[in-house]
T-cell receptor, first 115, second 115 residues
């Protein structure tokens, strides 16, 4: 079955530390890839997306992600986190193959950044 | 994001009761979705609708039904609520056109507790 794996469930970092959150998916067809973020008390919102082209995509607030097709991965990175990055981060895969539509989310990673 | 609203925001009910959660959007999107979020499981798709006449089951549709009353309205019903339907429910919309097709725009969520 198709799935999205986020290996880090809880991450605690100090401000200015570098961040990398892993995301791996199992789906053999063409996919669109997303990272969503949920800040405390706010709605889930799009952080960045990959559809095609340059596999290194940049999102809001200095986040970036790299699509590595051979590894079925779409890891999220930020060189220097801030206290305001404390949130829950979700990787998601959207795919449509032979009429079957999928929108699958990972289980999420809770990031806490210490001031 | 006030473009997608959900009512009620919180609901406590008893086993066996019928419950309806409502979602309205002003984004003009054709596609609407219902997800549930459980701790450690991420978001899982319950139902989705690509237009008023199109309703599709997601990965966990058992025990749920939906109605797409208009382009802007998509309601989720629990015909006979059970305790394991206690969860946070999100409505979302998306647009097939533009530079980011199927980016999900989420409502604020409805926290449902079934006793």
């Amino acid at each position: 079955a198709q799935s999205v794996s986020q290996h880090n469930h809880h991450v605690i970092l100090s401000e200015a530390a570098s961040l990398e959150l892993g995301c791996n998916y199992s789906y053999g067809g063409t996919v669109n890839l997303f990272w969503y973020v949920q800040y405390p008390g706010q709605h889930l919102q799009l952080l960045l997306k990959y559809f095609s082209g340059d596999p290194l995509v940049k999102g809001i607030k200095g986040f970036e992600a790299e699509f590595i097709k051979s590894k079925f991965s779409f890891n999220l990175r930020k060189p220097s986190v801030q206290w305001s990055d404390t949130a829950e981060y979700f990787c998601a895969v959207n795919a449509r193959n032979s009429g079957t539509y999928k929108y699958i989310f990972g289980t999420g990673t809770r990031l806490k950044v210490l001031a | 994001d006030a473009d997608v609203t959900q009512t009620p925001r919180n609901r406590i009910t008893k086993t066996g009761k019928r419950i309806m959660l409502e979602c309205s959007q002003t984004k003009g999107h054709d596609r609407m979705y219902w997800y549930r979020q459980d701790p450690g499981l991420g978001l899982r798709l319950i139902y989705y609708s690509f237009d008023v006449k199109d309703i599709n089951k997601g990965e966990i549709s058992d025990g749920y039904s939906v109605s797409r009353q208009a382009q802007a309205k998509f309601s989720l019903s629990l015909e006979s609520a059970i305790p394991n339907q206690t969860a946070l429910y999100f409505c979302a919309t998306s647009d097939i056109s533009g530079r980011a097709p199927d980016t999900q725009y989420f409502g604020p969520g409805t926290r449902l507790t079934v006793l």
